[in-house]
């Protein structure tokens, strides 16, 4: 599969120009009939017309467009998913079966290392043998075991405690101060929800007072009096809900920033090692595997060589 290619969003549609409206009175025919033979009878349609359509809503366009950009959109998640998937199953195929040719490799070239630095003893030589078997099995520092529970004076009391599978030292309490509690005291009586007159302001309240007595509990101080403030600002005023057309617009403007997140992924699956691997044998990837898998077959017997003669 080729590589999704990005595609624009419809542009926001212009406005279509008015339409010439009908002339308001026909032109008199030139033998019309006058005042005397007003009471023939004729066949003249009747004055009834029927009604005209209504005129279009002014975001009627403007949805059409958002529903363009929508399927779009929707088609260009499908390539990038695709084209995705198919690197993800290329990448699995390539490291099992190139994978232990790449492993093998690393191991004769740590061998080689080695055996170099026992023939030479060269402190370089012995550097690169220890670089190189690091290579072939990676240790984990002890600070990445324990993630912070280990510093420079050893291991803290609670790293200690699960490695013994002992509880954790709970964390000291914290009496609030004074001000702390009269802050707290004056914000429930101000704040509490038996206070609140209708079921939204009682709802506000309960959130509030949580923050209370979480600011409370930690014995913050300055979060009390932040909190103070914003009981006596009252509540944020309501904003208007936004118009049919600032919704469209909205939509189609969330539509086009997925659609440049989703250029960026397909960009990184493209210049991903796989990507480009699949970029150049689309046609034939497994071919590509094999050719791959030749050529490390011949580095690894080029190894295997150069090992036997430094161990001879």
């Known amino acids: 599969m080729t590589s999704p290619e990005a595609e624009s969003l419809p542009a926001d549609p212009a406005p279509e120009e008015p339409s010439q409206g009908a002339p308001s009175a026909a032109k008199p025919a030139a033998d019309a009939p006058g005042p005397a033979d007003a009471t023939a009878p004729t066949d003249a349609a009747p004055t009834d017309a029927a009604p005209a359509d209504p005129?279009?809503?002014?975001?009627?366009?403007?949805?059409?467009?958002?529903?363009?950009?929508?399927?779009?959109?929707?088609?260009?998640?499908?390539?990038?998913?695709t084209f995705r998937v198919e690197v993800e199953n290329f990448s699995r195929l390539h490291h099992q079966k190139l994978g232990p040719m790449y492993t093998?490799?690393?191991?004769?070239?740590?061998?080689?290392?080695?055996?170099?630095?026992?023939?030479?003893?060269?402190?370089?030589?012995?550097?690169?043998?220890?670089?190189?078997?690091?290579?072939?099995m990676p240790m984990p520092g002890v600070e990445e075991l324990f993630h912070g529970w280990i510093d420079s004076e050893g291991l803290s009391p609670e790293g200690a405690s699960m490695l013994n599978d002992q509880p954790v030292r709970p964390p000291q309490r914290v009496r609030p101060s004074a001000d702390a509690r009269r802050l707290y005291r004056d914000l429930v009586r101000k704040a509490h929800p038996d206070l609140a007159q209708g079921e939204a302001e009682r709802t506000r309240r309960d959130a509030f007072i949580a923050r209370v007595n979480h600011a409370y509990t930690l014995g913050d101080e300055e979060a009390l009096r932040a909190l103070t403030a914003e009981w006596e600002a009252g509540p944020a005023s309501e904003e208007q809900p936004?118009?049919?057309?600032?919704?469209?617009?909205?939509?189609?403007?969330?539509?086009?920033?997925?659609?440049?997140?989703?250029?960026?992924?397909?960009?990184?699956?493209?210049?991903?090692?796989i990507g480009s691997m699949l970029r150049v044998a689309q046609d034939d990837p497994d071919g590509l595997l094999d050719q791959i898998a030749e050529q490390l077959l011949a580095e690894v017997a080029g190894r295997e060589r150069e090992l036997a003669a430094l161990l001879e």
């Open 104 to 136: 093998r490799l690393d191991e004769l070239d740590a061998q080689i290392a080695e055996a170099k630095a026992a023939r030479t003893g060269d402190a370089e030589d012995l550097r690169l043998a220890r670089e190189a078997r690091a290579r072939v």
């Open 242 to 273: 936004p118009s049919r057309s600032e919704e469209l617009y909205a939509r189609l403007e969330w539509l086009a920033e997925r659609k440049e997140m989703l250029t960026l992924v397909a960009k990184r699956l493209e210049d991903g090692a």
């Open 55 to 81: 005129p279009p809503r002014p975001e009627e366009r403007l949805e059409k467009a958002v529903r363009a950009a929508e399927q779009a959109l929707i088609e260009f998640e499908i390539a990038v998913e």
